[in-house]
């Protein structure tokens, strides 16, 4: 975590702490809902859960602990607040599946299995055609070619 934002294995080979036992600290901090991102050198990088870890953990800071908080994380208020935006309008979008999108989407996985379907059989009938033909080498092979008389 920043502000020195090592990895597990660096901590590890300084302090001789097992891998699993940094982990298992870790795993704990992030079902408190404390932020432990797996890459700080990039929080844009970060995964949701994290980023949402970080907007729940703001929501109710001023202007001034938030820039404390920022400058301990090693983030930018911006970032926090781009995530806040794609967290609210995220869920307002998943919300809104209205009838005309869910007709579409029955529409594309009719298709889509339609397709599937063709493919199979197109397969199924190539690997007969390639099986013919490599019968028929086989067979010329052993009998000879077509003699004609």
């Not at 870790?26 to 994290?50: E, F, H, L, M, R």
């Not at 995530?83 to 889509?112: P, V």
Request: hydrophobic share 30%; aromatic share 6%; glycine share 6%.
């Amino acid at each position: 975590m920043p502000p020195n934002s090592q990895t597990v294995q660096q901590i590890s080979q300084e302090s001789s702490i097992p891998y699993g036992t940094l982990y298992a600290w870790k795993t704990k901090y992030q079902q408190k809902g404390i932020s432990v991102p797996a890459d700080s050198s990039n929080p844009d990088k970060w995964s949701g859960k994290n980023k949402l870890a970080v907007v729940i953990e703001t929501a109710s800071l001023n202007s001034a602990e938030l820039s404390e908080y920022c400058r301990k994380k090693g983030l930018y208020p911006e970032q926090i607040s781009r995530w806040k935006d794609g967290a609210i309008s995220g869920n307002e979008n998943s919300s809104k599946l209205t009838k005309a999108n869910k007709k579409e989407l029955q529409q594309l996985k009719k298709r889509n299995h339609k397709i599937e379907k063709e493919l199979t059989r197109k397969e199924k009938a190539l690997a007969e055609a390639a099986a013919l033909l490599i019968l028929q080498k086989k067979a010329q092979v052993i009998w000879g070619g077509v003699e004609e008389e």
